[in-house]
């Protein structure tokens, strides 16, 4: 008899509770509201209109009126975890963030292994930039998620609690850092935060030839042309730019048709005011039917320093609308664009995916690494030993 009677009123509650969805079909959405509210005071311990009324103000970014249709569930019915993931969701929308740990906090205390739930605590602390309470929730999601894409995260975190040492506190642990920046380097020959930090670690404590060495290492491993932006400022800070100039030229040998490299190379000599030299690779990429805004502002900057105001004019012309970066980057995960290289996307939380935009800038990129292999070995900073005082160009 009670089984028939309990039977009969969930039949009667959901007859209710379709009536109520019927209204937002037919765009009604006061009615439905209406509706769904009579049912709730009726019937306080049934969970499905909460969850519809809380989803109508979530669609019609009523979101505080969400969260209390939320909470009003949760004094009636209980910790549920599906009211208790959509308030975390709508608490995020409000930057309610701490309520919305809280929440995950309690879904974890149901079921520790809920891998939702950790994953969105662990963004949750990424995005305060919490990277111990982010590097113990990662640890717990790799005890359960063994993929590629996870490790890259726990590589990431680990990155950034060694960055932020490095920040705070340098002088107090250097060799440690160095250590652990090596460590990351073993596990992730790709990983091109570490490295670069690596050589910011090396040039802090005045040894410029290993930091020297960290970016050729890094350009071997990767080919992320960042690693040859660093060097430029390295040698040209160091009064040797020679050295950058003869790595530049010695990928140029091997690869030609490298219209990346060339350009850079054409950048950096108008940067060193060897203006006929740049004039002469940035016509070799006219020449070869490279054309892009970049390459018409650098050839105008090169006839300004020969005064030729008249070619100059004429290349700017080209180059409308002039863009803010000469070398745009993206994410290769999110595609969010960039106006310059970044250690970490902060659109989509990923470590390492920031690159060169090739597709809209240049068409023809070679970063062959058995091109790349033979210009390591040949180069100066697998040879060079460093020398005493070298420290003096800090």
Not at 106 to 116: A, F, P
Not at 130 to 144: G, L, M, P, S, T
Not at 360 to 389: A, Q, R, T
Request: net charge neutral; charged share 35%; with cysteine.
């Amino acid at each position: 008899m009670k089984i028939r009677k309990k039977k009969k009123r969930l039949e009667e509650l959901t007859e209710s509770f379709e009536k109520a969805k019927t209204y937002i079909l037919r765009g009604d959405k006061e009615k439905a509201i209406e509706g769904l509210n009579r049912l709730i005071r009726r019937n306080p311990d049934f969970e499905k209109p909460y969850t519809y009324l809380a989803n109508i103000y979530i669609s019609t970014k009523e979101l505080e009126n969400a969260l209390d249709v939320l909470k009003q569930a949760e004094i009636n019915i209980g910790k549920k975890e599906n009211i208790l993931f959509k308030k975390v969701r709508v608490n995020r929308s409000l930057k309610n963030l701490k309520d919305a740990e809280e929440d995950l906090k309690e879904i974890l205390n149901m079921n520790e292994s809920n891998i939702d739930a950790l994953t969105i605590l662990r963004d949750l602390y990424i995005e305060q930039r919490d990277w111990d309470k982010a590097y113990e929730i990662q640890k717990k999601i790799r005890r359960f998620v063994k993929s590629d894409d996870e490790m890259r995260r726990f590589i990431g975190i680990r990155y950034e609690r060694i960055l932020n040492e490095f920040t705070k506190n340098f002088y107090g642990d250097g060799d440690k850092i160095i250590k652990d920046l090596k460590e990351i380097i073993g596990e992730d020959k790709v990983f091109v935060p570490a490295y670069l930090l690596l050589a910011e670690v090396y040039k802090k404590t005045g040894k410029l030839n290993e930091a020297g060495r960290v970016y050729g290492r890094g350009y071997t491993k990767t080919g992320h042309i960042i690693f040859l932006l660093k060097m430029e400022d390295l040698y040209i800070q160091r009064g040797d730019p020679e050295v950058i100039l003869k790595i530049y030229r010695r990928i140029l040998d091997m690869s030609p048709k490298n219209y990346l490299i060339t350009f850079l190379y054409a950048r950096l000599c108008l940067r060193l005011e060897m203006i006929d030299e740049a004039i002469d690779m940035l016509n070799s990429l006219v020449a070869d039917g490279i054309d892009f805004s970049g390459l018409h502002r650098a050839m105008a900057e090169a006839y300004i320093h020969r005064a030729e105001v008249s070619k100059a004019v004429e290349e700017f012309k080209r180059a409308f609308p002039i863009e803010k970066v000469y070398i745009p980057f993206r994410c290769d995960n999110c595609h969010a664009s960039k106006e310059y290289w970044q250690d970490f996307c902060p659109d989509c939380f990923r470590w390492n995916t920031i690159n060169v935009q090739t597709e809209d800038f240049l068409k023809s990129v070679s970063s062959d690494s058995s091109e790349l292999k033979l210009i390591y070995e040949m180069n100066e900073w697998e040879k060079e030993e460093p020398v005493e005082g070298e420290n003096r160009y800090i």
